[in-house]
C-alpha cells in the first residue's frame, strides 16, 4: 500500500505531476524569452506560460456542435495524464529511480505515443477540416520516426545488457545505473549515431520547427487544437509542456545522466534541460523553416532510420 | 502329315474368308441385304476354320455353328425380306425406322440378329467360341486373334443395322401398333425364333450330337455352360413375368416389381459365397432395388414395360457376374450385362442415345471378346472353367502366360470401369441414359468392372503368379499398368469433369476419377489398399446413385440437363437439392459423411505403401472435385430462381433418393460398419494370394458431447429457422449454452489447452449468434444461416476435443469446408460468392497438405492416437517426421492465413456475414494457432527438436514459423493502413494479430508461449468487438467502403465507445489488455535475443494504430454521410453481446491475472516452461509492470482532472466549426476521406508491397 501511496505521490507531485508542470512551463519560458532575443525582441516574461495558463481556466469551454463531446473533453486529459505517468518512470540519477510497477522501456515507448493518438483523435474528433488534416499528418510523421527512435532504444539498451552478460537491459535504471559505474555514453563515439538519431526524433516528437507541420499555425491554424478554447486548451498546452520535460529527461537518461546525489542532483538535471531545451528549442526556433510534410517524411525516414541501424549495428559489432 | 498341312490351310482359309467377309459386309453398310449376305459367307470361315483346327472342340463347333446360323440367320433374312418388302428396299436408309412399321418382325429381327452375335436373353450361341478354343487350344493364336477380331468387326455393322432399323425413330406421328399380320411368313418367323429360344435354353441335345459327330477329332469339348443359381434365375424369370403384368396392368407390375427387387436383395443377403462376391451381389440388389423403387414413378409411357424387363435382366446379369464360379457362365453374364445396360442406355431412342450406346455396347463387348480370349487360354492351360480350380493351379502357369492372361482380362473390365484410355464410351453413355439407369451404371456397373479385375488379378491369378515378373526387375505390368491407368483416368476425369457444363455429364466424369482412385490404390496390392478401395467402391456406389437419381429428379422437374439451368432449383425442389448436395460433399471427401472416411481410407493406404505421389494426386483431385461439385451446390441454394413454378418429385423417387442419403449420412456416423465389409473382402484375398494382414484402423470418429449437441441444435435451428426466425436464434444460442456447460461439466475429458479454447469458442459462439438474432431482422435464409453457424461451431468444438488425429482432421474440415463456405456466401451477392470460393479452395488446399502430413504420421505409428504417434515419433525417419509436420504445419499456418504470400486469398473474405465475420477472425483463424501449439506439445520437446536441429535458442520449424510470423505481421498490419473497405481493413488487421500469436507461441518460451496464448484471447475479445460495431452500421445500410460514412459518434455513441476502445487496445496502447499481452510478446522476444522479430511486432503495432484511427476518422467522425444520416444505435441484443465482450476487455485489462494463471496452468500440462501469474498480481517477466498500478493512478489522475475542471470555468458553448470565414457551404465536402488519410505512408507501402491502387477498389 506505501508503494501505491508513494506511486500516487510521484506521480502527482515530483518528478511528475506539479514538479513536471513546473519544468516544463520553465523551460518554455525561458526558451521564448530566448527566441525573442535571438531575433532582436524583448520577449515575454519568463513566468508567461504559468499566466496564459491561467488565463485559458477562466475562459468558456467551446465543443464544436458535431464533436462527440466526452471524446472532444476527454483527450486533452488522456494526453497530460500519460505524460505524468512516464515522467515517473524515467529516472533521474542520485534523485529518483522508476518504480517497477510502471513497466521497463517498452511501455515508456509506447506510452511516449499518447499524447500523439489523443491528440490525433482530438482533431479528428472536432470535425474540423483542419484538425482531420493535423491528424493525417500526424500519424505519418509518427509512422516516420518511430521506428527510428525504437532503433535507439534498443540500441542503448542492448549495449547496457550485453555489457551486464545478458541479452538486452530494458530497465532504465540499468541503463542509468550503468553509465554512472563506466562513464556516459555521450561521450562514447560508438553511441554517437543513436545520440544523433534521438536528437533528430527530439523536435519530429515535440512537433518542433522543422517539424511543427500537424499543428502548422500559418498553414492549418494549430491543425487538432484549433476548435480548442479555454481549460481545455489549457491541459494540451501543460501537455506540451510536460511532454517537452519528458522527452528531454528521456534524453539525459538515455545519454548523459550523470550526476551527483541529493539536491546537487537535481540543480544538475534542470540545468541539463534548461541546455538542452531551452536552447536547443530556441536555436531551432529561431533558425529553421518548416519542412513540407512529403519533405518531412522522407527526411525522418532516411536519415534518423539510418543513424540508428547504425547505432544498432555500433552496438552488435564487437560486444 | 498332308492331313495336318491341308487342315492348317483350310483353318487359314476360313480365318481369311472371315476376316475378309466381316470387312466387306462392314463396307456395304449401307445395304442391309448385302451385308447380311456378306455375313453369312464370312461365317463360313468359322466353319472352315473349326473343321481345319481339326480338334474335338473345333469340329464341334463346327457342326454348332452350321446348326446355330442355319436357324438364327434363317430368321434374319425371314424378317429382313418381310421389312424389305414392306420399305420396298433394302437400303438401310430406307429400311431405318421400321420397327415403327412392322414392330413384330423388327423385333424378331433385332432378336435374330443379337442371337447370331451370341447375345441374347437366351444364352446364345457359343459355337464360335469353341472354335477359338480350339484356336488357342492347338496354339494358333493368330487364328484365335483373327476371330475375335471378326467379331469384334461384325458387332459394329450389327449393332449399327439393329439400332437403324429396330431403335431408330424416323417419323414422330405415326403410332405403333402392335399387331400380328397373319400370313406365312409370320409363322415362319415365329417358328424360327421359337427354334432359336429352344437350341439356347436347352442346348444339350444339339451339343450331344455335334460332340458325337467330333468324337473321331482329338481333344476334348470344354464344358462351356453349366446351371444358373437361384438368385439369378430370380430377376431373369421375374423380367419375363413383369413384362407380361404389364401387359395388363402398370400398376401391377409396379408393385411386383418392388417386391422382386426385394426378393432378390432377400435372397442375395443371404446366400453363400465368398466375401467378395457377397459384398458384390449385396450392393448390386441393393442398389437396383432403390432404383426399381425410383422407376416406378420415373418410367411411365410407352416403353415402362420393356424398361422393367430389360433392368431385372442387367440386375440378374450384374448378380450373375457377382457370383458365378465358373467362367463359362462368368462371360455369358457379362456380355448379358452388356446388352441388357445397353438397352436401357438407349431407352430414350433419341439420336444421341442411339450413338452413345452404340459406342457404349461396342467398346464393351470387342473388350468381353478379348476377355474371352483370355478366359480360353486359361481353359487350354489348366483344363477347366472352373474359379476355384484355375485359383489353385494358378501357380502352374508361366510368368508370360499369367502376364499375357492378365492383360486379356484386364481389357475387359477395364472397358467396363471405364479405365482411361478405354473410358470413352463412359460420358457419352451416362447423360443420354434415363437417370435411373445412369445412377446404377456410374455406381455398380462399372464396379463390376472393378470387381472383375479384384478378382483376376488377386483372387485367381494371385499375387503369387504376378510378383514373378515379366521382366526380372521390372514392376509387375499389370498392376503397373493399372495404376498407371487409374492414375490418368483420375486426374483426367477430374480435369473433365471440372469443364463440364452438362450435369449428369459431369456426374459421368467424376465417376472417371472415383474409379480411378479405387483402381489406383487397388492395384498397390496391399491390405489396407485393397481394402480401402473396396471401402470406396462400397461408398461411391451409394453416393453416386445418390447424386444421378437426385439429378434425375431435378432434371425431371426443371427440364434443365446444364448445371446453370438449375440456378436457384433448391428452393423450389429442396429435399431433392439438399439429398444431392450432401451426397455431393460426400464424393468431394468432406466429413461427416461416407465418402470422407473411405478417401480418407484410400490416401491412407497410399501413404502406407510409401506412394506419397499418389496420395497427393488423389488430394489435387479432391480440391478440383470439391470446386465442381461446391459450384452445384451453391447454384442449387445460393442463386435466384428463375422459372416456373415447382412441384416436388414423385413419392417414391423421393423415398428412394432419401434412402439411400440415410445411407451415405450413416456411413459418416458409423464408418466402421461399411469398412468391416470391405476388410472382409481383403481377408479373402488376403488368403488366396498371401498378401500380409497388416491392422486396419478403426475409422469410428468420437463424438463429444458437445459436438453433438451443437449439431443436434444446428437441426433443430434448421426446423425451427422456417416457422420463425427468432426462435431459430434462440435455439441456436441455448444450444451453444448448453453445449458450454457440457464442456465445464466434463473438464476431464478434455487437455487443459482444449478445455480453455472449447470454453472460449462455445462461449463467443453464444455471443455472436445472439448479436446475429438482431443482426439478421432484415435477412434471408435465417434456418441455413443458423444451422451452418451452429454446425461450424460444432466442428470446432469437435476438433478441440478429439485426442486422436482422424477425429481432428474430420472436425477440422467440417469446420473449416463446407460449413464455413456455405456460411460466407450467405449473402448470395457475386462479389460474396467470388471471394467465398476462393477461401473455400485455399482451404481445402490447406486441408490437403495436413491430410498428407496426418496420413505420414499415423502410418507410420499405426495408430491415430495422438498420444501414441508422439511415443514413436522418435522411431521414425527423419526426413519423414520433417516432411510430414511440416506439412501439417503449413495446413495450420494457411487456416490462421499467414503465409506472406498473397494474404489477400487467403484472409476470410469480407462479404460474409458480419457476425461470422467477428466469429471467424476472433475465433475460427485461432485454431491454427491452437493446433500448432497442441502439435509442438504433443510431439514436445526433445523428440521433434532431436530431429530438426535448432536455430539461435528455438528448433528449426519454430524458427521458420516465428519468421512467417513476423513477416505477416508487417505485411498485413502494413495492407490494413492502406484499406478503405470497412470490413477488409479489420480482416487484414486479424491476420497481422495473428501474426503476433503466432510469433509468441513458436518462441517457445515462458513468456512468448503465454504472451501468444494471452493475445489470442484478448484479440478474441477485441477484434470481435471491432467487428460488431462495424456489423451495428453494416445491419442498417450495405455499405462496403469507410468513405461511405460519417458522423455516427454521435448517432452511436455506445458502438463508438466500445470499438475506440477495443480498437484502442488492438493496436497496444498501453494499459489496456491489448497492449498487456504484446508487451509479453516484445519481451519474449527481446529477452532471447531476436531483436528483428521484436523489432516488427513493435512497428506492426503503429501500422494497426493507424488502420484502427483511420476507421475512427472515417466512419465516426465530422459530418454524417447521406448513408449514414438515417442511422441509429443498434437494439438492444446487438448492443449486450458488444458491451459483454467490452466489459471482460476492461477487466481482463485491470486484472490480467485472470487469463494468465490458467495460462500458467496450461503451460504447465503441455510440458512447457510456465511462468508465474497470481490472480491479482502484475505481469510475468522481468521488467514486470502492474496493470492495476496503472489503473490505479489512472483513478487519481481522474479525479485530478476533476478537480481542475472544477477550478476552471464552467461554462460551456457550442460552436460551429471554423472554416475560414466561408459559411454558404456542406462540410461534408470538407471531409478528409478515408482514402485521402496517410498520404505520404500510403504512398511508401503502396511502393514497397507494390498493391496497385485498383486493387483494393472492390469491397
Given amino acids: 500500500m506505501s508503494d501505491l501511496s508513494s506511486l500516487i505521490f510521484q506521480t502527482l507531485v515530483f518528478p511528475g505531476g506539479l514538479f513536471l508542470l513546473t519544468l516544463g512551463l520553465l523551460l518554455k519560458g525561458v526558451e521564448r524569452r530566448l527566441r525573442a532575443r535571438l531575433q532582436r525582441r524583448v520577449g515575454p516574461p519568463l513566468l508567461q506560460p504559468f499566466f496564459d495558463l491561467l488565463k485559458l481556466m477562466r475562459k468558456d469551454t467551446s465543443i464544436p456542435q458535431d464533436a462527440p463531446a466526452p471524446l472532444f473533453k476527454l483527450m486533452p486529459f488522456v494526453a497530460a495524464c500519460s505524460m505524468t505517468v512516464a515522467a515517473v518512470m524515467i529516472p533521474i540519477a542520485g534523485v529518483h529511480a522508476a518504480p517497477s510497477a510502471l513497466g521497463d522501456l517498452v511501455v515508456l515507448f509506447y506510452l511516449l505515443a499518447v499524447p500523439a493518438i489523443a491528440l490525433m483523435l482530438a482533431g479528428s474528433g472536432s470535425g474540423s477540416p483542419y484538425g482531420a488534416i493535423g491528424f493525417s499528418r500526424e500519424l505519418s510523421i509518427m509512422m516516420a520516426y518511430e521506428a527510428p527512435i525504437l532503433l535507439v532504444l534498443l540500441s542503448v539498451a542492448i549495449r547496457v545488457g550485453r555489457a551486464q552478460g545478458g541479452f538486452i537491459a530494458l530497465s532504465l535504471n540499468d541503463i542509468v545505473s550503468y553509465q554512472q559505474a563506466h562513464g556516459a555514453f555521450l561521450f562514447d563515439p560508438r553511441m554517437w549515431p543513436a545520440l544523433a538519431a534521438f536528437l533528430l526524433f527530439f523536435p519530429a516528437n515535440l512537433g518542433i520547427v522543422p517539424f511543427d507541420i500537424p499543428e502548422a499555425e500559418s498553414e492549418v491554424l494549430e491543425g487538432p487544437l484549433l476548435e480548442y478554447s479555454g481549460p481545455l486548451l489549457g491541459v494540451f498546452k501543460m501537455m506540451s509542456a510536460m511532454k517537452a520535460g519528458v522527452v528531454v529527461s528521456l534524453g539525459i537518461a538515455l545519454f548523459y545522466p550523470n550526476a551527483p546525489a541529493g539536491a546537487l542532483g537535481l540543480l544538475c538535471f534542470v540545468l541539463k534541460c534548461l541546455v538542452v531545451s531551452a536552447i536547443g528549442t530556441a536555436v531551432l526556433r529561431a533558425s529553421m523553416g518548416r519542412m513540407r510534410i512529403d519533405q518531412a517524411f522522407r527526411f525522418l525516414i532516411q536519415w534518423p532510420g539510418l543513424l540508428g541501424l547504425a547505432s544498432l549495428a555500433a552496438v552488435l559489432w564487437r560486444s | ?1259
Fill in chain 2, 1 to 1259: 502329315m498332308d492331313a495336318m498341312t491341308s487342315s492348317s490351310i483350310l483353318a487359314l482359309t476360313g480365318a481369311v474368308l472371315l476376316i475378309i467377309g466381316e470387312l466387306a459386309a462392314l463396307a456395304k453398310m449401307r445395304n442391309v441385304l448385302h451385308a447380311m449376305l456378306l455375313a453369312t459367307v464370312a461365317e463360313c470361315g468359322f466353319v472352315l476354320m473349326g473343321f481345319g483346327l481339326h480338334t474335338a472342340a473345333g469340329w464341334a463347333g463346327a457342326f454348332l455353328h452350321l446348326a446355330y446360323q442355319l436357324v438364327m440367320r434363317g430368321l434374319v433374312f425371314l424378317a429382313l425380306a418381310v421389312l424389305i418388302r414392306k420399305a420396298g428396299s433394302s437400303r438401310l436408309d430406307r429400311l431405318a425406322g421400321s420397327w415403327q412399321r412392322e414392330p413384330f418382325v423388327a423385333l424378331a429381327f433385332g432378336f435374330g440378329l443379337f442371337s447370331v452375335m451370341g447375345l441374347s436373353p437366351f444364352k446364345g450361341s457359343f459355337s464360335k467360341f469353341l472354335v477359338l478354343y480350339a484356336a488357342v487350344e492347338t496354339g494358333h493364336w493368330a487364328l484365335a486373334s483373327a476371330g475375335t477380331v471378326a467379331s469384334i468387326i461384325a458387332a459394329a455393322y450389327n449393332v449399327y443395322i439393329i439400332q437403324r432399323i429396330c431403335f431408330e425413330q424416323t417419323s414422330s406421328t405415326e403410332s405403333v401398333r402392335w399387331k400380328l399380320n397373319w400370313s406365312p411368313s409370320t409363322f415362319g418367323i415365329l417358328a424360327l425364333s421359337a427354334l432359336t429360344i429352344q437350341m439356347s435354353l436347352f442346348p444339350q441335345a444339339l451339343l450331344r450330337v455335334a460332340t458325337s459327330l467330333a468324337s473321331r477329332c482329338p481333344g476334348i469339348v470344354p464344358e462351356y455352360e453349366s446351371p444358373w443359381s437361384f438368385l439369378v434365375l430370380l430377376p431373369y424369370a421375374g423380367g419375363f413375368a413383369l413384362f407380361a403384368m404389364g401387359l395388363v396392368s402398370a400398376r401391377l407390375r409396379n408393385f411386383a416389381a418392388v417386391a422382386l427387387a426385394a426378393a432378390t436383395l432377400y435372397l442375395a443377403w443371404h446366400q453363400t459365397a465368398d466375401a467378395a462376391s457377397w459384398l458384390c451381389a449385396v450392393l448390386f440388389a441393393g442398389i437396383c432395388f432403390v432404383v426399381v423403387l425410383y422407376s416406378t414413378s420415373y418410367i411411365t409411357g410407352r416403353f415402362s414395360n420393356r424398361y422393367f424387363f430389360l433392368l431385372f435382366l442387367m440386375l440378374g446379369s450384374l448378380l450373375g457376374v457377382a457370383t458365378e464360379r465358373q467362367f463359362g457362365n462368368f462371360y455369358v453374364f457379362w456380355e448379358l450385362m452388356t446388352w441388357s445396360s445397353y438397352l436401357l442406355v438407349i431407352h430414350e431412342q433419341t439420336q444421341d442415345a442411339l450413338r452413345a450406346g452404340l459406342k457404349y455396347f461396342l467398346m464393351c463387348t470387342s473388350g468381353a471378346y478379348v476377355m474371352h480370349l483370355g478366359i480360353l487360354v486359361l481353359h487350354a492351360h489348366l483344363g477347366t472353367f472352373d474359379m476355384a480350380a484355375i485359383a489353385a493351379n494358378a501357380a502352374h502357369l508361366t510368368p508370360a502366360v499369367a502376364t499375357i492372361v492378365a492383360l486379356l482380362f484386364m481389357a475387359g473390365f477395364s472397358v467396363k470401369a471405364g479405365l482411361f484410355p478405354l473410358h470413352s464410351w463412359l460420358p457419352d453413355a451416362h447423360p443420354v441414359a434415363p437417370s435411373s439407369i445412369s445412377g446404377p451404371m456410374s455406381g455398380i456397373v462399372t464396379k463390376a468392372g472393378v470387381f472383375g479385375l479384384l478378382k483376376i488379378l488377386y483372387l485367381i491369378l494371385g499375387a503369387a503368379t504376378l510378383s514373378s515378373s515379366f521382366f526380372a526387375g521390372w514392376p509387375n505390368l499389370p498392376t503397373f499398368l493399372l495404376g498407371a491407368s487409374g492414375v490418368i483416368t483420375l486426374l483426367f476425369g477430374e480435369a473433365m469433369a471440372y469443364r463440364q457444363t452438362h450435369i449428369k455429364r459431369m456426374l459421368a466424369y467424376s465417376t472417371l476419377a472415383q474409379v480411378g482412385e479405387i483402381v489406383a490404390v487397388l492395384s498397390l496390392g496391399t491390405y489396407i489398399g485393397v481394402t480401402a478401395s473396396m471401402y470406396h467402391v462400397i461408398n461411391h456406389a451409394i453416393m453416386k446413385t445418390v447424386l444421378f437419381l437426385a439429378a434425375g429428379a431435378l432434371i425431371l422437374r426443371t427440364h434443365q440437363y446444364s448445371i446453370d439451368g438449375l440456378k436457384g432449383a433448391g428452393r423450389k425442389l429442396p429435399l431433392e437439392s439438399i439429398c444431392f448436395s450432401i451426397a455431393a460433399l460426400s464424393i468431394s471427401g468432406l466429413p461427416p459423411f461416407g465418402g470422407f472416411f473411405s478417401k480418407f481410407a484410400l490416401i491412407y493406404a497410399s501413404v502406407q505403401s510409401g506412394h506419397l505421389l499418389l496420395a497427393a494426386v488423389m488430394l489435387f483431385g479432391g480440391v478440383l472435385a470439391a470446386i465442381y461439385y461446391s459450384r452445384v451446390i451453391r447454384l442449387l441454394f445460393f442463386a435466384t430462381y428463375e422459372g416456373p413454378e415447382l412441384s416436388a418429385a414423385p413419392f417414391t423417387m423421393r423415398l428412394s433418393i432419401l434412402m439411400l442419403t440415410a445411407l451415405v449420412m450413416l456411413a459418416g456416423v458409423f464408418p466402421n460398419f461399411a469398412l468391416g465389409y470391405a476388410k472382409s473382402v481383403a481377408d479373402v484375398v488376403a488368403v488366396s494370394s498371401g498378401i500380409p494382414v497388416t491392422p486396419v484402423p478403426s475409422l469410428q470418429l468420437l463424438w463429444p458431447a458437445c459436438a453433438i449437441i451443437a449439431f443436434a441444435g444446428a437441426i433443430l435451428a434448421y426446423f425451427v429457422g422456417k416457422r420463425s426466425t427468432v426462435a431459430a436464434g434462440s435455439v441456436a444460442v441455448a444450444s451453444m449454452a448448453i453445449a458450454l456447460a457440457a464442456i465445464l461439466l466434463r473438464s476431464n475429458r478434455f487437455d487443459l489447452l482444449s478445455y480453455w479454447f472449447a470454453a472460449l469458442i462455445a462461449a463467443v459462439g453464444c455471443v455472436n449468434l445472439l448479436y446475429s438474432i438482431g443482426y439478421l431482422r432484415h435477412s434471408h435464409a435465417h434456418s441455413r444461416y443458423y444451422f451452418l453457424f451452429v454446425s461450424m461451431i460444432g466442428g470446432l468444438l469437435g476438433m478441440v476435443a478429439s485426442n486422436d488425429f482422424l477425429s481432428f482432421f474430420a472436425f477440422w474440415e467440417i469446420m473449416s469446408s463446407w460449413t464455413l463456405y456455405f456460411l460466407i456466401i450467405h449473402e448470395e451477392t457475386p462479389d460474396a460468392i467470388v471471394e467465398g470460393t476462393k477461401y473455400f479452395v485455399f482451404n481445402v488446399v490447406g486441408a490437403s497438405f495436413m491430410f498428407l502430413g496426418i496420413a505420414m504420421l499415423c502410418t507410420r505409428a499405426g495408430t491415430f492416437r495422438l498420444d501414441l504417434i508422439a511415443s514413436s515419433v522418435g522411431n521414425m525417419p527423419a526426413a519423414w517426421v520433417i516432411g510430414a509436420v511440416s506439412a501439417i504445419v503449413a495446413g495450420m499456418l494457411m487456416k490462421a492465413a499467414v503465409l506472406p504470400v498473397r494474404i489477400d486469398v487467403q484472409m476470410h473474405p469480407p462479404t460474409a456475414p458480419t457476425p461470422v465475420s467477428g466469429y471467424i477472425s476472433a475465433v475460427l483463424l485461432k485454431s491454427g494457432v491452437y493446433g500448432v501449439l497442441k502439435l509442438t506439445a504433443a510431439f514436445g520437446g526433445a523428440l521433434v527438436l532431436c530431429k530438426l536441429g535448432r536455430i539461435t535458442g528455438i528448433d528449426t520449424l519454430q524458427y521458420v514459423v516465428a519468421v512467417i510470423a513476423a513477416i505477416t505481421m508487417l505485411y498485413a498490419g502494413a495492407m490494413a493502413v492502406i484499406q478503405t473497405g470497412i470490413k477488409r481493413l479489420l480482416i487484414y488487421s486479424t491476420v497481422s494479430q495473428i501474426g503476433y500469436m503466432l510469433l509468441g507461441v513458436s518462441l517457445g518460451s515462458s513468456l512468448g508461449v503465454a504472451g501468444g496464448l494471452f493475445h489470442l484471447v484478448n484479440h478474441m475479445l477485441l477484434k470481435n468487438t471491432l467487428f460488431l460495431c462495424a456489423g451495428c452500421i453494416l445491419a442498417q445500410a450495405h455499405v462496403h467502403s469507410l468513405d461511405e460514412l460519417g458522423g455516427l459518434a454521435k448517432r452511436m455513441p455506445i458502438t463508438f465507445s466500445c470499438f475506440l476502445l477495443s480498437g484502442l487496445s488492438i493496436s497496444g496502447v498501453p494499459p489496456f489488455n491489448g497492449f498487456s499481452s504484446k508487451w509479453l510478446i516484445y519481451e519474449a522476444a527481446l529477452q532471447s535475443n531476436h531483436y528483428f522479430l521484436a523489432m516488427s511486432a513493435l512497428i506492426s503495432s503503429l501500422f494497426t494504430l493507424a488502420a484502427v484511427l483511420k476507421f475512427a476518422h472515417a466512419a465516426f467522425m465530422g459530418q454524417p454521410s447521406p448513408a449514414s444520416a438515417s442511422m441509429t444505435e443498434a437494439p438492444a441484443s446487438m448492443l449486450l453481446p458488444i458491451g459483454l465482450l467490452t466489459a471482460v476487455s476492461v477487466v481482463i485489462s485491470v486484472v490480467p491475472g485472470l487469463v494468465l494463471v490458467p495460462i500458467m496452468h496450461i503451460q504447465t500440462a503441455l510440458g512447457l516452461p510456465a511462468i508465474s501469474a497470481t490472480w491479482t498480481g502484475s505481469l510475468p517477466g522481468a521488467n514486470a509492470w502492474s496493470p492495476a498500478a496503472m489503473f490505479a493512478l489512472m483513478a487519481v489522475l481522474a479525479l485530478v482532472s476533476t478537480i481542475y475542471l472544477r477550478l476552471c470555468n464552467r461554462t460551456t458553448v457550442c460552436t460551429r466549426l471554423y472554416t475560414s470565414g466561408a459559411i454558404d457551404f456542406d462540410l461534408r465536402q470538407a471531409q478528409t476521406g478515408a482514402a485521402n488519410l496517410y498520404e505520404q505512408p500510403n504512398t511508401l507501402v503502396r511502393h514497397a508491397l507494390r498493391v496497385h491502387e485498383e486493387e483494393e477498389q472492390h469491397v
